[in-house]
């Protein structure tokens, strides 16, 4: 059984109610942001546990 740490654009838009563009654009900011922080980061996917630290859902 694999456990995934990622979010992809599906997810998001099913958490936020969004559509899979918003849920790109969210993705990229969130990735910028890890970047500019030294981060490594994943084209088109999120970490939950930044992603959950972000958003209140």
């Known amino acids: 059984m694999t456990i995934c740490n ?3 654009s599906k ?3 099913r958490i936020l109610s ?3 563009a918003t ?5 990229k900011k ?3 942001e890890l970047n500019k922080q030294g981060y490594i980061t ?3 996917k999120i ?3 930044y992603f959950n ?3 209140y859902c």
């Open 11 to 13: 997810d998001i838009g």
């Open 42 to 44: 994943i084209s088109g």
């Open 23 to 27: 849920a790109y654009r969210i993705i």
């Open 30 to 32: 969130l990735n910028s």
């Open 53 to 55: 630290a972000r958003f």
């Open 18 to 20: 969004v559509s899979r």
């Open 6 to 8: 990622y979010y992809d």
């Open 47 to 49: 970490p939950k546990e």
